[in-house]
């Protein structure tokens, strides 16, 4: 099978994608499917023409309001300026060949790989209008990984057996401006020009920017044993063991700085974050159903975790023209073991209707945080504790399927990320108190006439904190009833698809429409803003051949320029939108 796909987006590049895969018989016990994929995003965010001036008093002090005469440098991004500059590119291919080792095991191997490069930024400054940007340093990301996997299944003693282990490798490089920081930030020309001046005691470039590099490994185990035997009695047991390493290199670098003073001797490195963190954690788990009747159901699940997590490195700046040296080593572990359950009653109401309570309980490890002299060196588990009742039913002789759930939820021990250089100079995670989550959720598919389907699902969520939260004097408030951030009171998605017959070919017309509700995007009430509501319409229509078929689509028909996130750093506020309208056309062929 082939698909190609072609479209255009508005003011904006054009993209592409080629997929296939094909299916190999090896004699009568064997397969190998090939899957791989070559595609491209074109941009349209440009980046325009702009200045950054950055000004410093004369004189060893650093001064938020300078006076004239002051030392000042301004900086243009005139050889970036460029239309259409948010790209990706994204190659890979995936093989799996499947084996039936005898009657009763079959044996899967696969490996995965893939190539993903970003170049330019995907944000929007509002301030300059609707997909502009100004940036001053090259944007870029590239992201390779290659994963393995196995999995044996089979049957002993009437049991079914299944291991299933991967194992995966990652390296992302970014690439990022950062001379917004230095504009706003007026301590950062002071260290430009005082404390990481170039060889001739001037200022050095102002033309800051990110230069990170992550390396991932990580492997896991399962393996699960299911009751196959009749009866009113079924149970699953298993095992898992998991362990992740992370390496992690962020350089911040400013051009044109004295050698003498470049940080642990890296070239133009003014601070940096070179550390390795390693997760290792290991569970035992199990489930009880009991059919207490034909058509009422009883499950009881547990499972114990133990996870040790470790962080090691080094974070801080380089030494200055005053032999200031501020940073520090990190060598910290942190361990944690508990248990969580899960209790579920089902009753089968009828054969269509069935309907389920479950009480169950989550969580999240904990690990520790890149600088140990924050007020919380380590961060807990965060836990998460559930009431669910659900539904699933089919009604009018098939035609409808409605299902829904209504939920409570107690989240402990909340962690949450946040960057403020009261605290620290780089980015730590904190447990900040508890919250209550209220919420319902549906979805209705009904075959309104013969041809025509209608999709719809909904989510209403209350989530707020229900506990008062401070740290450290105040650096970091959050009262109890404050909104969560990123959670949209209302979700909703409808789809209407008519399919009838066009000159003997099987055809369709699909409008698809979804809404998010605004949110904020942060917990802290002092640092936050609320994130507008945005929705997309979707226009499809297409036919099937047979062995051929075609689709022609418009996405973001309206052509809105919504916002699905902002980010309101004070030293630059930006935003990123949703695609402009998008007309594409899509080739599918099979082969027999």
């Known amino acids: 099978a082939v698909d190609v796909d072609y479209s255009d987006t508005k003011d904006g590049d054009d993209s592409y994608a080629l997929e296939g895969f094909v299916n190999i018989p090896l004699g009568d016990k064997a397969a190998i499917r090939l899957v791989g994929w070559d595609t491209q995003d074109g941009g349209w965010i440009d980046n325009v023409p702009g200045t950054r001036t950055y000004e410093l008093e004369g004189g060893y002090g650093y001064d938020p309001d300078p006076t004239p005469g002051g030392r000042q440098v301004t900086i243009d991004n005139a050889g970036l300026v460029n239309d259409d500059q948010n790209k ?18 079959v044996g899967t191997a696969s490996v995965m790989t893939q190539s993903l490069d970003t170049k330019g930024a995907f944000d929007q400054d509002p301030a300059l209008g609707e997909n502009k940007i100004e940036r001053f340093t090259r944007d870029f990301q590239h992201d390779d990984f290659t994963q393995y996997g196995l999995t044996l299944e089979g049957e002993i003693a009437n049991h079914n057996v299944i291991y299933a282990g991967s194992y995966m490798e990652r390296d992302l490089d970014y690439y990022g401006d950062y001379t917004a920081y230095g504009e706003e930030a007026y301590w950062v020309p002071y260290y430009a020009c005082d404390y990481y001046a170039d060889e001739a005691g001037q200022c050095s470039n102002f033309a800051t920017y990110l230069d990170f590099k992550n390396k991932y490994e990580r492997s896991s185990h399962e393996l699960r044993l299911q009751s196959l035997a009749e009866g009113r009695l079924h149970y699953t047991a298993g095992l898992y063991y998991e362990d992740s390493e992370h390496k992690y290199d962020q350089q911040w670098k400013m051009p044109g700085m004295s050698p003498s003073l470049w940080a642990r001797g890296r070239e133009d ?3 940096n974050t070179d550390q390795k963190r390693t997760d290792e954690q290991w569970a035992v788990f199990g489930e009880v159903t009991y059919d207490i009747t034909k058509s009422l159901h009883a499950t009881f699940g547990a499972r114990h975790y133990d996870s040790t997590n470790k962080l090691e490195g080094y974070t801080g700046w380089g030494k200055t023209n005053y032999n200031e040296n501020y940073g520090f080593d990190v060598d910290s572990k942190t361990e944690d073991d508990d248990e969580i359950y899960k209790v579920n009653l089902t009753w089968d109401v009828t054969d269509d209707a069935m309907v389920y309570g479950t009480w169950s309980e989550g969580y999240r490890v904990g690990g520790v945080n890149r600088d140990p002299n924050v007020p919380t060196p380590t961060y807990a588990p965060d836990k998460l504790k559930n009431y669910e009742f659900g539904w699933k039913t089919t009604l009018l002789d098939g ?3 409605f299902n829904g759930a ?8 909340m962690q949450y990320t946040i960057y403020t250089f009261d605290l620290s100079p780089v980015g730590n995670t904190y447990n ?9 959720e549906t979805d209705l598919t009904y075959l309104l006439f013969e041809n025509l389907t209608i999709t719809a699902a909904a989510a209403y969520n209350d989530a707020q904190t229900s506990k008062d939260f401070i740290l450290a004097n105040g650096a970091i408030s959050v009262p109890d009833g404050t909104d969560l951030p ?3 009171e209302i979700k909703y998605a409808l789809t209407s698809r008519y399919e009838f017959d066009l000159a003997g070919l099987d055809s369709f017309v699909q409008l698809a429409y979804s809404y998010t509700d605004e949110s904020w995007n942060d917990i802290r009430p002092s640092a936050r ?4 509501s945005y929705g997309n319409l979707n226009v499809r229509a297409g036919f099937d051949a047979g062995g051929w078929g075609m689709e022609f689509y418009v996405n973001n028909a309206t ?6 996130t902002v980010a309101p750093r004070a030293y630059y506020f930006t935003a990123t939108p949703q695609r402009p309208l998008t007309a594409g056309v899509k080739l599918s062929m099979r082969f027999d």
């Not at 590119?89 to 799996?96: F, I, L, P, Q, V």
């Not at 209504?406 to 402990?412: G, K, L, P, R, T």
């Open 88 to 105: 990706v590119k994204n190659s890979g291919a995936r093989a799996a060949l499947r084996i039936d080792l005898s009657e009763k095991w």
């Open 269 to 271: 490195m003014f601070y």
């Open 399 to 401: 035609r409808m399927r």
């Open 406 to 413: 209504a939920y409570y939820s107690q989240w402990e021990d």
């Open 432 to 440: 900040v108190g508890e919250a209550e989550i209220k919420g319902v």
């Open 486 to 488: 990123n959670v949209p």
């Open 529 to 532: 803003v609320k994130q507008d």
């Open 559 to 564: 052509d809105e320029n919504d916002n699905i």
